[in-house]
């Protein structure tokens, strides 16, 4: 499905699709499953985070 969508979309925006997954789990396994969310996974959230609107910035 990566390689379909890479043909259809702008590579930024699939790149920022992958590196938001990992965040979306989190919210949802806090929402869902009543997962704790610890201090390194919200650093690790907010690195993401900036990278992406780096990334989306100096496009």
Do not use: C, H, K, M
Not at 19 to 25: H, Q, S, Y
Not at 30 to 40: C, D, G, K, V, Y
């Amino acid at each position: 499905s990566l390689n379909y969508a890479l043909r259809d979309v702008a590579t930024v925006i699939v790149a920022i699709a992958i590196l938001g997954e990992p965040i979306a789990a989190s919210v949802l396994a806090r929402i869902l499953l009543n997962e704790p969310i610890l201090a390194q996974t919200v650093y690790g959230g907010i690195l993401i985070l900036v990278g992406v609107f780096i990334t989306v910035y100096f496009q």
